[in-house]
């Protein structure tokens, strides 16, 4: 036998080199999406979603959302975000000659300070509340763009999401008088204006620090203290405005926060404990300096020190920071002894963006790997053609549209509450997905929301993980080069702090329970009477297409209201995570069917069913041939484009 000739060896610039994977936009808005066809979308859930809940003649939403999706791709943006990751931000306590730096102690880099000024100007916060905006769900579409952007933001979609809570509680406070506290009014309208601009030079983010060292979630363990200053302690205090010229508070508050996230705002919201309970506190970060203060810049920290920077898992480019509380000027929020009340408002809007945020990061890591799978070669295929990879993927894809489904859901009842259904819902596909009556759709989006925003955390996490492994060693590595496109590490450590922020999946839980247990809402029966309402509803939609599904359905739905009739306050808290386990197979499988009702998709049809057997405690229906089954993954995972190449083989 003749010697082989050996081949040259690979070296440091010869030899075999992967092709990189070229990321597309997730969201393209074309003329056929204006007739209702989003195939063209790499993200064809996203898609899908915008078609039901957007009606057809609101192209400004959907140009806005079709160049978001593109600046978030662009190489500048992208190194911004790197820059934001490989330069943390730091503290710099000390002034040259070791005095206390109480102007501008927190550093952070251009690339995080760029990336807030981005959302600013697109609107990720602003639209929602553009009250000219009355044809269509402007919670859908500002959510919408968060999702096309947060992939490239670098988590500036955390402050973002505080100063959508806070404008959202302001905004409830706007017509109230002064009362004893004059000048609050200006001060509160002011604010509000700032949290809602699209402009970075006029445009504020907000705070929120509630966590303490003994507290945690529980908020009764808040140790920090507020109290009425006297006339004459007024007139003592050595600052009297803001660093933009407006009257400080008349209360001081002084504590401990362990746990402050976007500490780089202009304002906070804040809870403290007074003589009459918890409450709720607005403050600016800033003062202009007293007369006695070193500031040169004539503007100094409102009685803030920070201590120390948290050193995190992920989310690294976000300032978190312990705080210690001296002599911080402020204005209450509402009632005295009401502050959670209050502060609800804020969690309830930042839980969705909890929910939102996570799937947005697995849609990018999906869509990653989508686009490695059609480059990437294995002992000669492309990973397209390998069946278990694309089955695995199929699998993968199947999850993610039922937590995006779930997500804009829960968006999309925020919108509703807000706006008049009769402008907004009226000419969409949900019109039978959202309940007309406010108080319904309010009650319903109560019950889901913590659910949603605890286990679409969880199952984003897994789902990121699964992207990881799915570029192999790739996928283990923090790939900062080319604009960190292929960084779905970043991605995941950033999106492990979802299942906690906000509460952990058994304070979500034990919401969800209180829910249930409250007898105002659904006549006492809000599973029985609200949501098994809704539930019954979609079916009927659903039956034709889908009789042994919706047979399931029914039947869990059946279960929960036994437990939920049944079960005293003890057992349903001890049942806590068995029943958002419950709305969660419930709910997705109400969505993905009725998606799929609405036009009779190939993919959507196959998807839906699939989701509903993942659930099923035996297949619903018997497994085909493989290689047809084969081919379905296909059509899932890698999009519309695949399922037109094999439609004829099936």
Same mark, same amino acid.
């Given at each position: 036998?003749?010697?082989?000739?050996?081949?040259?060896?690979?070296?440091?610039?010869?030899?075999?080199?992967?092709?990189?994977?070229?990321?597309?936009?997730s969201?393209?808005?074309?003329?056929?999406?204006?007739?209702?066809n989003?195939s063209?979308?790499?993200d064809?859930?996203?898609?899908?979603?915008?078609?039901?809940?957007?009606?057809?003649?609101?192209?400004?939403?959907?140009?806005?959302?079709?160049?978001?999706?593109?600046?978030?791709?662009?190489?500048?943006v992208?190194?911004?975000?790197?820059?934001?990751?490989?330069?943390?931000?730091?503290l710099?306590?000390?002034?040259?000659?070791?005095?206390?730096?109480?102007?501008?102690p927190?550093?952070?880099?251009?690339?995080?300070?760029?990336?807030?000024?981005?959302?600013?100007?697109?609107?990720?916060?602003?639209?929602?509340y553009?009250?000219?905006?009355?044809t269509?769900?402007?919670?859908?579409?500002?959510?919408?763009?968060?999702?096309?952007?947060?992939?490239?933001?670098?988590m500036?979609?955390?402050?973002?999401?505080?100063?959508?809570?806070?404008?959202?509680?302001?905004?409830a406070?706007?017509?109230?008088?002064?009362?004893?506290?004059?000048?609050?009014?200006?001060?509160?309208?002011?604010?509000?204006?700032?949290?809602?601009?699209?402009?970075?030079?006029?445009?504020?983010?907000?705070?929120?620090?509630?966590?303490?060292?003994k507290?945690?979630?529980?908020?009764?363990?808040?140790?920090?203290?507020?109290?009425?200053?006297?006339?004459?302690?007024?007139?003592?205090?050595?600052?009297?405005?803001?660093?933009?010229?407006?009257?400080?508070?008349?209360?001081?508050?002084?504590?401990?926060k362990?746990?402050?996230?976007?500490?780089d705002?202009?304002?906070?919201?804040?809870?403290?404990?007074?003589?009459?309970?918890?409450?709720?506190?607005?403050?600016?970060?800033?003062?202009?300096?007293?007369?006695?203060?070193?500031?040169?810049?004539?503007?100094?920290?409102?009685g803030?020190?920070?201590?120390?920077?948290?050193?995190?898992?992920?989310?690294?480019?976000?300032?978190?920071?312990?705080? &210690?509380?001296? !002599?911080?000027? +402020?204005?209450?929020?509402?009632? @005295?002894g009401? $502050?959670?009340?209050? =502060? *609800?408002? #804020?969690?309830?809007?930042?839980?969705?963006?909890?929910?939102?945020?996570?799937?947005?990061?697995?849609?990018?890591?999906?869509?990653?790997?989508?686009?490695?799978?059609r480059?990437?070669?294995?002992?000669?295929?492309?990973?397209?053609?390998?069946?278990?990879?694309?089955?695995?993927?199929?699998?993968?894809?199947?999850?993610y549209?039922?937590?995006?489904?779930?997500?804009?859901?829960?968006?999309?009842?925020?919108?509703?509450?807000?706006?008049?259904?009769?402008?907004?819902?009226r000419?969409?596909?949900?019109?039978?997905?959202?309940?007309?009556?406010?108080?319904?759709?309010?009650?319903?989006?109560?019950?889901?929301?913590?659910?949603?925003?605890?286990?679409?955390?969880?199952?984003?996490?897994?789902?990121?993980?699964?992207?990881? &492994?799915?570029? !192999?060693?790739? +996928?283990?590595?923090?790939?900062? @080069?080319?604009? $960190?496109?292929?960084? =779905? *590490?970043? #991605?995941?450590?950033?999106?492990?702090?979802n299942?906690?922020?906000e509460?952990?999946?058994?304070?979500?839980?034990?919401?969800v329970?209180?829910?249930?247990?409250?007898?105002?809402?659904?006549?006492?029966?809000?599973?029985?009477?609200?949501?098994?309402?809704?539930?019954?509803?979609?079916?009927?939609?659903?039956?034709?297409?889908?009789?042994?599904?919706?047979a399931?359905?029914?039947?869990?739905?059946?279960?929960?209201v036994?437990?939920?009739?049944?079960?005293?306050?003890?057992?349903?808290?001890?049942?806590?995570?068995?029943?958002?386990?419950?709305?969660?197979?419930?709910?997705?499988?109400?969505?993905?069917?009725?998606?799929?009702?609405?036009?009779?998709?190939?993919?959507?049809?196959?998807?839906?069913?699939?989701?509903?057997?993942?659930?099923?405690?035996?297949?619903?229906?018997?497994?085909?041939?493989?290689?047809?089954?084969?081919?379905?993954?296909?059509? #899932?995972?890698?999009?519309?484009?695949?399922?037109?190449?094999?439609?004829?083989?099936?």
């Open positions: 036998m003749a010697a082989r000739t050996p081949s040259k060896p690979s070296s440091s610039t010869e030899g075999f080199f992967q092709p990189l994977p070229t990321i597309p936009p969201y393209s808005f074309t003329t056929a999406s204006a007739r209702g989003h063209s979308s790499d064809v859930v996203l898609g899908r979603i915008l078609e039901l809940y957007l009606p057809h003649n609101c192209g400004n939403a959907g140009h806005s959302i079709h160049n978001l999706s593109r600046r978030a791709l662009e190489p500048r992208l190194q911004h975000s790197v820059d934001a990751e490989t330069s943390p931000p730091a710099r306590p000390l002034t040259t000659f070791g005095e206390e730096n109480r102007v501008d927190l550093w952070t880099s251009t690339g995080w300070k760029a990336l807030k000024e981005i959302g600013q100007e697109e609107g990720l916060v602003s639209v929602a553009e009250t000219d905006n009355t269509w769900n402007r919670r859908v579409h500002q959510f919408a763009l968060n999702h096309v952007w947060s992939g490239s933001a670098a500036t979609g955390c402050p973002a999401s505080m100063t959508d809570g806070a404008a959202k509680l302001l905004a406070h706007l017509g109230e008088p002064d009362g004893d506290q004059p000048g609050r009014s200006e001060v509160f309208r002011e604010a509000y204006r700032r949290l809602i601009s699209r402009d970075p030079k006029v445009a504020w983010t907000s705070g929120q620090w509630m966590t303490e060292r507290g945690g979630s529980d908020v009764r363990g808040t140790e920090t203290i507020a109290r009425r200053l006297s006339r004459e302690e007024l007139l003592q205090e050595a600052s009297h405005h803001d660093a933009h010229g407006m009257p400080l508070g008349p209360w001081r508050i002084d504590g401990f362990w746990f402050s996230s976007a500490t705002s202009e304002m906070t919201v804040m809870l403290a404990q007074t003589t009459k309970g918890l409450s709720l506190f607005y403050a600016p970060v800033r003062r202009r300096a007293g007369r006695s203060a070193s500031s040169s810049s004539g503007i100094e920290l409102n803030i020190r920070m201590q120390r920077l948290k050193n995190k898992v992920g989310t690294k480019q976000l300032p978190t920071a312990e705080l &210690e509380l001296k !002599g911080v000027r +402020g204005w209450l929020i509402g009632e @005295e009401r $502050g959670v009340k209050e =502060v *609800a408002t #804020i969690l309830n809007i930042t839980r969705l963006y909890t929910a939102a945020g996570s799937t947005a990061g697995w849609g990018r890591g999906l869509a990653i790997c989508r686009a490695y799978t480059v990437r070669k294995v002992q000669g295929s492309l990973l397209e053609d390998v069946p278990q990879h694309v089955r695995w993927m199929a699998a993968e894809t199947v999850k549209a039922a937590a995006m489904h779930w997500a804009f859901f829960g968006i999309a009842l925020q919108g509703t509450v807000e706006q008049d259904w009769d402008l907004m819902v000419n969409t596909k949900a019109a039978a997905v959202i309940p007309r009556d406010k108080k319904q759709a309010a009650t319903l989006l109560r019950l889901i929301t913590p659910a949603l925003k605890a286990l679409t955390s969880v199952g984003s996490v897994q789902g990121l993980r699964e992207c990881m &492994e799915g570029l !192999g060693g790739v +996928g283990y590595c923090e790939n900062n @080069e080319d604009g $960190g496109i292929l960084n =779905v *590490a970043r #991605i995941f450590r950033d999106t492990l702090v299942p906690i922020w509460g952990t999946v058994s304070v979500m839980a034990e919401d329970a209180r829910v249930i247990m409250d007898r105002r809402l659904g006549e006492g029966k809000v599973i029985e009477n609200v949501f098994g309402q809704w539930v019954h509803n979609i079916l009927q939609h659903c039956q034709r297409m889908f009789p042994d599904e919706c399931f359905v029914t039947k869990r739905l059946e279960s929960l036994q437990i939920a009739n049944r079960a005293d306050k003890a057992e349903l808290l001890w049942r806590g995570r068995e029943i958002i386990g419950h709305l969660q197979a419930i709910v997705c499988s109400c969505l993905l069917m009725y998606d799929a009702c609405t036009d009779e998709n190939e993919v959507a049809v196959i998807v839906a069913s699939r989701y509903v057997q993942s659930f099923a405690d035996s297949g619903i229906k018997p497994p085909s041939q493989w290689d047809v089954e084969s081919r379905k993954d296909k059509m #899932i995972f890698l999009g519309d484009n695949v399922s037109r190449a094999v439609h004829g083989k099936l």
